[in-house]
């Protein structure tokens, strides 16, 4: 008796060890939160995902917590926007990892902004311009149809790092992609009395948003990307909106409010304080809430 269970122990012992798959979910951390929710819509319970920042943090401005760095440094995945969003704190974070699974060029590293068009890309580098970024525009979450390309890769992706639930992932993604298409139809017909609206920005954070539904971009208030504007900006701004007037400033959930508020009071237009990721307001719970907020948002304040 002794000996069958300690033969049963030892076969246990070795399906764990070549056929860990079966065993544990694949641990992913996801650098924004929208990449979070996408790889949660596309691996279910075969992922384990840990998002490194919140709707409500700057994701070109992280300090790397040790929570953070732990997670790194045992994860079999990373997924994260890519197009220099976070080159003030990923590649330190993946240089104290010691976590070779993870680096780029490696299958467990994953930019999605690889995978879409990029808009606003720089015809020269100058730090004097601001926070430009040289592949481009990196907030490419604002368009939905960006996340349709960007799932089928992400998909393969999971495949390729555990291609024991290969299978599972291609079902899933195929089901994402069928309601996904049925939202966007949704969306983009909700959302045409927006086309030709004419809106001030706080941060070049829109250029897909605006794009996908047509909005016509007047103003921003930052003078330079990721520069706060000054007063004598902001008067600027203003006496233009005098001659050329906008529907709504839109902002991010993260950024701070008070030069939009100072233009909304002076200019007599609304302030819409659009989500940005998942997790920016109460509604914007997954993907599919954070559009239906999003054009209710813009819908209402061009009412």
Same mark, same amino acid.
């Given at each position: 008796?002794?000996?069958?269970?300690?033969?049963?122990?030892?076969?246990?012992?070795?399906?764990?060890? /070549?056929?860990?798959?079966?065993?544990?979910?694949?641990?992913?951390?996801?650098?924004?939160?929208?990449?979070?929710?996408? !790889? %949660?819509?596309?691996?279910?319970?075969?992922?384990?995902?840990?998002?490194?920042? !919140?709707?409500? +943090?700057?994701?070109?401005?992280?300090?790397?917590?040790?929570? $953070?760095?732990?997670?790194?440094?045992?994860?079999?995945? $990373?997924?994260?926007?890519?197009?220099?969003?976070?080159?003030?704190?990923?590649?330190?974070?993946?240089?104290?990892?010691? =976590?070779?699974?993870? +680096?780029?060029?490696?299958?467990?590293?994953?930019?999605?902004?690889?995978?879409?068009?990029?808009?606003?890309?720089?015809?020269?580098?100058?730090?004097?311009?601001?926070?430009? *970024?040289?592949?481009? =525009?990196?907030?490419? %979450? !604002?368009?939905?149809? =960006? /996340?349709?390309?960007?799932?089928?890769?992400?998909?393969?992706?999971?495949?390729?790092?555990?291609?024991? #639930?290969?299978?599972?992932?291609?079902?899933?993604?195929?089901? /994402?992609?069928?309601?996904?298409? !049925?939202?966007?139809?949704?969306?983009?017909?909700?959302?045409?009395?927006?086309?030709?609206?004419?809106?001030?920005?706080? *941060?070049?954070? /829109?250029?897909?948003?605006? %794009?996908?539904?047509? $909005? #016509?971009?007047?103003?921003?208030?930052?003078?330079?990307?990721?520069?706060?504007?000054?007063?004598? *900006?902001?008067?600027?701004?203003?006496?233009?909106? +005098?001659?050329?007037?906008?529907?709504?400033?839109?902002?991010?959930?993260? #950024?701070?409010?008070?030069?939009?508020?100072?233009?909304?009071?002076?200019?007599?237009?609304?302030?819409?304080?659009?989500?940005?990721?998942?997790?920016?307001?109460? %509604?914007?719970?997954?993907?599919?809430?954070?559009?239906?907020?999003?054009?209710?948002?813009?819908?209402?304040? #061009?009412?």
């Amino acid at each position: 008796m002794k000996k069958t269970l300690l033969i049963l122990t030892v076969v246990l012992g070795c399906c764990a060890l /070549f056929f860990p798959s079966a065993q544990a979910a694949i641990k992913v951390v996801a650098c924004e939160p929208e990449w979070g929710a996408l !790889t %949660q819509e596309l691996a279910g319970d075969k992922a384990k995902v840990y998002v490194a920042t !919140t709707a409500l +943090q700057d994701p070109h401005h992280i300090q790397a917590k040790p929570s $953070l760095l732990a997670a790194v440094r045992t994860a079999d995945m $990373l997924v994260c926007t890519g197009a220099e969003l976070e080159i003030g704190w990923l590649p330190i974070l993946l240089r104290q990892s010691g =976590n070779p699974a993870i +680096q780029p060029g490696k299958p467990g590293y994953f930019e999605a902004a690889e995978f879409v068009r990029k808009l606003e890309v720089p015809t020269r580098l100058d730090r004097a311009d601001g926070d430009v *970024h040289p592949s481009g =525009n990196p907030h490419i %979450q !604002t368009d939905p149809r =960006n /996340f349709a390309v960007i799932a089928e890769a992400l998909s393969q992706r999971l495949s390729e790092i555990d291609p024991a #639930n290969a299978a599972d992932y291609k079902a899933r993604y195929a089901d /994402f992609l069928s309601r996904w298409k !049925t939202a966007m139809a949704r969306w983009e017909k909700a959302a045409a009395p927006l086309r030709g609206a004419a809106i001030v920005v706080q *941060h070049k954070g /829109f250029p897909y948003l605006e %794009q996908w539904l047509g $909005l #016509n971009e007047v103003a921003t208030l930052e003078p330079k990307p990721g520069v706060e504007p000054t007063s004598g *900006h902001l008067s600027e701004v203003l006496e233009q909106l +005098q001659r050329q007037p906008a529907k709504m400033i839109v902002r991010a959930a993260y #950024n701070d409010g008070r030069s939009s508020e100072w233009l909304s009071e002076r200019a007599k237009i609304p302030v819409v304080v659009l989500p940005f990721t998942v997790g920016g307001d109460d %509604q914007a719970k997954d993907l599919f809430g954070l559009f239906d907020d999003t054009i209710a948002l813009l819908l209402k304040a #061009n009412s």
